[in-house]
């Protein structure tokens, strides 16, 4: 196969040439960041003011903005931001784990189907059932970031999406469209689903809630806030939280005695500020199986489809799906004033995982998925205002140790008293480099009259690890260390060294108030997207048929390289006040984007289906989020959109290929699979008194599993509803809670775990049941 080299849509190839080497870029980011620290300490630059949670307008909207809203809003950015709070995030969340993508589920173009009731299930590999505008982040929860901070990695584990609890978590943002320079996200394509971290609090108090729901759902949570210490410099907590469910539709465990904890410190002397957030999570469950078209057909009979509980069944035996993972990260976050017009912001971190997956293979084996790695960065920041202009210059590093790709996969032969013998290393590897990304990025903003204008800038670099592959031939019954230390020896033709990919990423965008109560706003600029890793672990298990080709393992590697995308997004934000009838808001957007070097999984003519970033699409459509507040304790919101994303060109084959491989790879003006052009969701909170009651519906179109568009999913609906009721004691509140989640028991296929291609197949498993019904009650109390 030829090799090309990367060519960035926003860079001269000799600019691409020029950063190709990531110890010049080091070099040449120290020089920048020491002269712009001298010119920032020079300027005594005023810190920039965060944007505040606020709804659309400058006139008529404090009905509706709030620091944290209860249940959706726009932020108010130039660009296309969307928050939700507490109140959406319980109840998308029931069971205590604050999945940040099932709680922006409810926004516009988005689709993050409910796999089981209470957001804990996670689908072993990249693909954790996520899309936005028909984009997938890739490798895991790549686009989850907390306060800012990249924590979740390149990571196929469960990592940082289920690392914090809900009651932990004060808000969740998401990013659509250009994704501003300063936003530090390891892929953005997909949008950037951004927690706020639940800090301490300054006052003292405690809290303790106890839930219980169907399938033997149950969780605990405590948390104690010490409130302001040593003269009101310094303020903690600490929290900890049990959950335990069962599946809802196969044998064993959602949730085998899973637990969390975390803690927080804050303290403020003079000029600095540090803030240190720790949690830690233990995560066990049995795995979920996938379903065949063949078996989606008549869903009614295979909806609740599981494995078996009988160890004849082998690989299908319960206790041979399952995974288990203890995650814990450590985040800080560090300011210094250095004069009233400027200060620095640094945010290290440190998160570390071990677990394993136990998964069926099709050659009837069990493949154990051994994960234990590290990743670590920082962010750092100079912010300020020079010429009534607020200016950020900053810097992100993160090291990431592997997988990202897989290293070390060892399979089993399951036995029918169901244990597992005959251990065999299916992929035995170890990193010669670790995987790294860095940024250097500069952001300003103005305000002209009603015109405020922001402009970024952003180069991001991936310096992709270099691998050994070693023979695992005799080795099978040691463990991964002994393993490698007893091979035969590295297979050279499997092993790939290190290299670097980039991409220059503009950024810019604009609001302009006509009236008090109507903004036009648009903003443009590039994305990101990840390389396709998944090229080695595929190679490593069918070397053969690429060496019959004169392929080797780091032909493949080189060749991988970022996705990017050039975007535009523009629309309208109108805020409106009607005597009798209360303030309402509407925001509507239009979008396009165009898609380079999107990662395929195809066969190009070898016989084997590999990542490849050759894809090109364009993704095109309008979305809508809308809210209406007729008396202050009623608060209504829709959303609506229709999403558009298509194949604008076929994927390249190698000379020679068959007919039906030519026939495969005409793709041109085929939409994406798994993306449903129409969604739409309908929700509010009413409160009388001391009760509150929030209905939720959310609506998927139809859609196709695959690119042959021969797999064919109807649309379907489901409908969530919350009741709480706040009573106060005289030393603390509490609060009584039901959640009905499905409360239609609509049966429906959810998350289809593919590709952006997906061929069809009769026999590929890949379809996932979304959760039935359930009740889950809950009481809490505050101190």
């Not at 110890?23 to 620290?37: E, F, G, M, N, T």
């Not at 928050?83 to 998308?92: M, N, W, Y």
């Not at 409360?743 to 026999?763: D, E, M, P, V």
Request: proline content about 5%; hydrophobic content about 40%; charged content about 15%.
């Amino acid at each position: 196969m030829e090799r090309t080299a990367w060519r960035s849509p926003f860079v001269p190839t000799s600019k691409v040439e020029k950063m190709a080497s990531s110890q010049k870029s080091r070099k040449a980011l120290l020089i920048l960041s020491s002269a712009v620290s001298c010119l920032a300490l020079e300027a005594h630059a005023q810190s920039a003011n965060p944007d505040q949670a606020v709804v659309l307008s400058t006139v008529n909207v404090d009905a509706l903005s709030a620091q944290t809203p209860d249940t959706v809003a726009a932020k108010n950015t130039p660009a296309t931001v969307y928050e939700v709070g507490p109140t959406i995030i319980d109840i998308l969340n029931p069971g205590g784990a604050a999945n940040p993508y099932r709680a922006v589920s409810i926004l516009p173009s988005v689709d993050a189907p409910a796999l089981d009731p209470y957001g804990l299930s996670n689908i072993p590999g990249g693909n954790k059932g996520f899309r936005v505008r028909g984009e997938l982040p890739q490798h895991g929860s790549s686009n989850i970031t907390f306060d800012g901070v990249p924590l979740a990695g390149v990571n196929p584990g469960a990592g940082a999406q289920w690392l914090f609890a809900t009651e932990n978590i004060k808000a969740i943002e998401l990013y659509q469209g250009p994704v501003a320079s300063d936003v530090n996200s390891f892929f953005t394509n997909a949008g950037v689903v951004n927690s706020l971290l639940r800090w301490p609090e300054t006052k003292p108090g405690a809290e303790f809630s106890q839930g219980f729901g169907s399938y033997n759902f149950l969780r605990s949570f405590s948390r104690v806030d010490t409130g302001l210490l040593f003269n009101g410099t310094t303020n903690a907590f600490v929290s900890g939280s049990w959950t335990d469910a069962d599946n809802w539709r196969s044998p064993g465990k959602a949730a085998n005695n899973n637990f969390n904890v975390a803690a927080g410190l804050h303290t403020q002397i003079e000029a600095f500020d540090a803030k240190l957030f720790f949690s830690y999570n233990s995560m066990r469950q049995n795995t979920l199986p996938a379903l065949t078209y063949a078996q989606v057909k008549n869903l009614g009979a295979n909806n609740y489809f599981g494995y078996s509980t009988s160890p004849f069944a082998l690989a299908n035996y319960y206790k041979n799906v399952r995974q288990n993972f203890n995650d814990w990260a450590l985040l800080g976050e560090f300011t210094y004033a250095l004069s009233d017009s400027a200060k620095i912001v640094l945010k290290p971190f440190y998160t570390n995982e071990q677990g394993n997956y136990w998964d069926p293979l099709a050659n009837g084996r069990i493949r154990n998925w051994i994960i234990d790695h590290d990743w670590y960065g920082l962010t750092a920041e100079i912010q300020g205002r020079v010429a009534d202009t607020d200016m950020k210059l900053g810097y992100w590093w993160t090291s990431l140790g592997l997988p990202g790709p897989p290293t070390a996969w060892r399979t089993y032969a399951p036995t029918t008293s169901g244990s597992l013998v005959g251990p065999m290393w299916m992929l035995l590897a170890q990193e010669t480099s670790r995987n790294q990304f860095q940024s250097v990025y500069a952001t300003m903003e103005k305000r002209l009259g009603d015109l405020r204008l922001e402009f970024g800038s952003r180069y991001v670099w991936n310096d992709m690890p270099g691998v050994n592959a070693y023979s695992g031939a005799g080795v099978g019954g040691l463990s991964y260390d002994a393993a490698l230390a007893a091979s035969p020896g590295v297979i050279a033709a499997n092993s790939v060294t290190s290299h670097t990919t980039g991409a220059f990423l503009p950024f810019m965008a604009a609001s302009y108030d006509l009236t008090s109560e109507l903004q036009l706003r648009a903003s443009a600029g590039a994305n990101y997207g990840g390389p396709s890793y998944d090229a080695f672990p595929v190679y490593q298990t069918n070397a053969a048929a690429f060496a019959a080709k004169g392929i080797t393992a780091n032909q493949l590697w080189q060749q991988i390289k970022l996705e990017t995308s050039a975007a535009l997004d523009a629309g309208l934000r109108w805020t409106h006040e009607v005597s009798g009838l209360g303030v309402f808001s509407i925001e509507p957007t239009g979008y396009v984007s165009r898609n380079y070097n999107k990662g395929v999984t195809y066969d190009p003519g070898i016989g084997i289906q590999y990542a490849q970033n050759v894809g090109q699409s364009l993704a095109y459509g309008a979305q809508l989020l809308g809210r209406w507040k007729p008396i202050e304790t009623l608060d209504i919101f829709a959303s609506m959109s229709y999403d558009r994303n298509v194949f604008v060109s076929n994927l390249p084959v190698l000379a020679g290929a068959s007919a039906a491989t030519y026939a495969g790879a005409n793709v041109t003006g085929t939409q994406l699979p798994d993306v449903p052009e129409w969604t739409a969701a309908l929700g509010g909170t009413w409160r009388y008194g001391d009760f509150a009651f929030t209905p939720v519906a959310n609506f998927t179109g139809s859609r196709w599993g695959d690119t042959t568009r021969t797999q064919y999913l109807s649309g379907y609906a489901t409908v969530d509803l919350n009741f709480a009721y706040h009573f106060q004691l005289p030393a603390a509140t509490l609060e009584a809670s039901l959640t009905i989640s499905n409360l239609l028991n609509a049966q429906y296929i959810g998350f289809i775990n593919n590709s952006y291609f997906q061929q069809s197949s009769l026999t590929n498993a890949f379809y996932y049941p979304g959760a039935p019904r359930a009740v889950i009650g809950k009481i809490a109390m505050k101190l």
